[in-house]
T-cell receptor, first 114, second 112 residues
């Protein structure tokens, strides 16, 4: 299984600021995914981040609001830009373990925008 | 597109009761199916999975069988405990891409 570390684990952010979330994996993975879980809701896929190419965004999410970097096979970042209270969510990084055909999740970054 | 539908909660049961959380899916091809659990204040954990028809996933007393004929992956446990109180998410990973699509989640409360 893959071990995924996310930073920060929690943060309280001011409206209008931006925050970058880091995701580190203990093994090389091809595909990484970023999800959002708004309070009391299910998980929604923001984008798929592949190394060496631009991230692929889902409907309703745009690069200007959620820029993503994927500099190597073990690391990715998600930035939440110009935050508003509606961005208060848990943001989760996940990776595909092809060998086990399983997707694993980090512990999540719990953001509150005030 | 692919989708997952699971029974709405909250589901409230007494300890040692039998649990079923229904999950059905729509997908092209042959998806992999998962149940994830989220305990209060914690991240998402993989509970069990099944990758082909008739496979049974099991873990911590929970079971789910991949039923292609009914496009279902219902979660069951014979005797629930208070510690099983959590939100349970049914999910699929499509055969054409590796994205996971989640159901809306079912909150489970177990009373002592």
């Amino acid at each position: 299984s893959a071990v995924i570390s996310q930073k920060p684990s929690r943060d309280i952010c001011q409206r209008g600021t931006s925050l970058t979330i880091q995701c580190q994996v203990d093994s090389q993975v091809t595909m990484m995914f970023w999800y959002r879980q708004q309070p009391g809701q299910s998980l929604t896929l923001i984008a798929t981040a592949n190394q060496g190419s631009e991230a692929t965004y889902e409907s309703g999410f745009v690069i200007d609001k959620f820029p993503i970097s994927r500099p190597n096979l073990t690391f990715s970042t998600l930035t939440v830009s110009n935050m508003s209270p509606e961005d208060s969510s848990i943001y989760l990084c996940s990776v595909l373990d092809r060998l086990g055909n399983t997707i694993y999740f980090g512990e999540g970054s719990w953001l509150t925008v005030v | 597109g692919d989708s997952v539908t699971q029974m709405e909660g909250p589901v409230t049961l007494s300890e040692e009761a039998f649990l079923t959380i229904n999950c059905t899916y729509t997908a092209t091809g042959y998806p992999s199916l998962f149940w994830y659990v989220q305990y209060p204040g914690e991240g998402l954990q993989l509970l069990l999975k099944a990758t082909k028809a008739d496979d049974k996933g099991s873990n911590k007393g929970f079971e789910a069988t991949y039923r292609k004929e009914t496009t279902s992956f219902h979660l069951e446990k014979g005797s629930v405990q208070v510690s099983d109180s959590a939100v349970y998410f049914c999910a699929l990973s499509g055969s054409r891409d590796d994205k996971i699509i989640f159901g809306k989640g079912t909150r489970l409360h177990i009373l002592p």
